[in-house]
């Protein structure tokens, strides 16, 4: 059984002021992470801009990535694209650097049927038998929702092992647990969410706010796994604020000005992207300032 974690950070792109790659951030960035509560890195999700990002420089922050956090945390590589074949090569690049595992999203834009967008994981799986995949569903910006019952016919696929479930339906994911086998792991892809999915089955998170509150979110998953509920729902209650401040506009619009408001240099994020309004600002720096985090 392949175990990636209970809490995983879905990594920010550092910037250049020239909007280049920070590499000595990232480095700087997953290496903090590592020490605080993250179990595993997501590498070039879309918390970490994927859409904007060439494949080449994903791979540099791959082995970026790997180099600042080997034996501390796992590195998930985000290989997925709404072309088969660039998810095919992009896969086979990454493994060859030795990442744990490679989050594949739901094709977007071009709008599979359920029956490709099985056809679609599966050649991923198969053309990578070594790497283990988790399947990325978000239809708020993909445009498809891969339905339970694909998810059940990709969980017979040996090296697809897990889900990031990120509808924001309780009933969607319950279903996904209902028909998959003990062993294919469900995440949460929204922190809101991760409280409600352990409740139905669910693992963890692919986490947003565990750049800021890494070891809180360890803390509630450990409290609710060890039959300590009460204790879990005061931390998601505490927490949910900042959860929501996180997502006050597109993800990760907040989240870049948070972490500047704790010094790091994690730059803009790059066009159609744009900073965050002074609204959005002054959201954030409230709920940090109520959770000590500045």
């Known amino acids: 059984m392949v175990n990636f974690g209970r809490v995983l950070t879905a990594m920010i792109t550092p910037f250049s002021e020239d909007g280049s790659l920070n590499l000595a951030v990232a480095e700087k960035l997953a290496a ?71 989050l594949q999203v739901v094709p977007y834009y071009n709008k599979p049927p359920q029956e490709g967008m099985y056809r679609h994981f599966k050649a991923i ?19 498809q929702n891969l339905l339970p019952e694909t998810v059940a016919r990709l969980a017979e696929i040996p090296n697809i092992v897990a889900i990031k479930e990120a509808t924001g339906s309780t009933d969607q994911a319950s279903q996904v647990r209902r028909l998959t086998p003990p062993d294919f792991t469900m995440y949460s892809g929204d922190d809101s969410m991760t409280l409600p999915l352990l409740s139905v089955g ?36 505490k927490l ?30 790059r066009l159609p992207l744009c900073d965050a309004s002074d609204e959005v600002k002054s959201k954030v720096k409230a709920v940090m300032e109520e959770l000590n985090l500045l």
Request: negative net charge; hydrophobic residues 40%; aromatic residues 6%.
């Open 202 to 237: 669910g693992s963890g998170v692919v986490s947003v706010a565990s750049h800021l509150v890494g070891e809180q979110l360890q803390e509630m998953v450990q409290a609710f796994e060890g039959g300590s509920p009460q204790k879990a729902t005061e931390i998601h209650l």
């Open 240 to 269: 949910l604020p900042l959860f929501k401040a996180l997502f006050a506009t597109t993800n990760p619009i907040p989240l870049k000005y948070a972490l500047k408001l704790q010094g790091w240099d994690v730059g803009s994020p």
């Open 32 to 102: 903090h992470l590592a020490n605080s509560g993250t179990d595993a890195v997501v590498v070039c999700g879309t918390t970490g801009e994927s859409p904007t990002l060439t494949w080449d420089e994903e791979h540099e922050l791959f082995q970026v990535v790997k180099k600042a956090v080997t034996g501390k945390a796992k590195v998930i590589a985000g290989t997925g694209s709404n072309s088969t074949r660039e998810s095919i090569a992009a896969t086979q690049k990454a493994a060859k650097l030795g990442v744990d595992g490679s």
């Open 125 to 143: 799986a198969e053309s990578n038998p070594d790497m283990p995949l988790m399947l990325y569903n978000i239809p708020g910006r993909t445009g």
